[in-house]
């Protein structure tokens, strides 16, 4: 196998690991705030220990990044605390797919705070892509599926926007990877505990399997995931950044029917080929960026 066959599997098998973030969320079976804080608090070690190494290849990160991975992990925590909650509303699959949506809020924040312009298909594609969410929402569907899709789709929306603000915060981070993500992970633990009262509380105490669900949570998709992630992008192909767009939501709306059971309404599932069509499509148009950013916002959980 060539060189760069070996890193397209490798992200493609992260993008894939990454997909079961949601199902793995439902299967736990625990409330929205206790599935964000253990999948936080259990991969901190790994990270931990991730991080020294690279501290002692790369040296120690500058305050200023150390400052802005701050704040990131309390945005962190929102985003994670949003898309449990939009989970719990309208189902993992689509829940992930409405939480694709930073790809637009990220470039028309940097509009606003960079002058950096959004490409002309990205702009067209927005009011699609928007057209979607509402078909999501199940604003027009007898049929749609959830718990309350209107409200999933409000918090899928809250997802994106917290993931959004992350990635800017992110940008920082320089040729560090995984002590910006230390920072990010145990301060996102601690912001989690913190505020979960506020979305219905967290339990401390998850009895089995609930507990071995959300280890294999953290250690699978959080850690692993990432990881691998991580090492394939700085050397990735171009068209790369667009298959992991496709790859990932299409593959936790897969198995979210077939281990979950979901079963998305047809207008729901046109929605969700409408976002996830129009990401890819606005994604395709913009300028070219160092691989970390302009590929980040595939991989949203």
């Known amino acids: 196998m060539s060189a760069q066959r070996r890193i397209v599997l490798i992200a493609v098998v992260g993008a894939l690991v990454i997909s079961s973030s949601a199902p793995l969320v ?59 909650h939009a989970i719990e509303f309208v189902g993992g699959g689509l829940a992930t797919v409405l939480g694709n949506l930073q790809v637009f809020l990220v470039a028309f924040a940097a509009w606003a705070i960079f002058r950096e312009r959004p490409s002309t298909r990205l702009m067209l594609a927005t009011p699609i892509v928007f057209g979607g969410v509402v078909l999501i929402s199940g604003l027009f569907d007898a049929a749609a599926y959830g718990a ?11 997802t994106s926007v917290a993931y959004a603000a992350y990635l800017l915060l992110m940008k920082a981070g320089g040729r560090h990877a995984m002590l ?82 979901e079963r998305p309404s047809t207008l729901q599932l046109a929605g969700c080929a409408v976002i996830v069509l129009g990401v890819l499509y606005g994604s395709r148009g913009r300028s070219p960026a160092p691989a970390q950013e302009t590929s980040e916002p595939a991989l949203s959980r």
């Open 26 to 84: 439902v299967l736990s079976g625990v409330a929205p705030a206790t599935s964000a804080l253990f999948r936080c608090a259990y991969a901190v070690p790994p990270i931990l220990l991730l991080a020294w190494f690279e501290r002692r290849r790369l040296g120690p990160l500058p305050a200023k990044i150390r400052y802005f991975s701050w704040a990131a992990g309390v945005i962190f925590a929102l985003d994670l605390l949003f898309w449990h």
């Open 180 to 261: 910006p993500l230390a920072h990010v992970t145990v301060v996102a633990t601690l912001t989690v505990a913190a505020l979960s009262p506020l979305f219905g509380g967290a339990d401390l105490t998850p009895s089995w399997p609930a507990h071995g669900w959300l280890l294999l949570l953290a250690l699978g998709p959080q850690v692993l995931g990432w990881a691998l992630i991580t090492w394939a992008l700085p050397r990735q192909p171009a068209a790369l950044t667009a298959l992991l767009l496709l790859i990932q939501p299409m593959t936790t709306v897969a198995l979210s029917a077939l281990l979950l059971g």
């Open 148 to 158: 309350n899709p209107m409200l999933g789709a409000v918090f899928g929306m809250a």
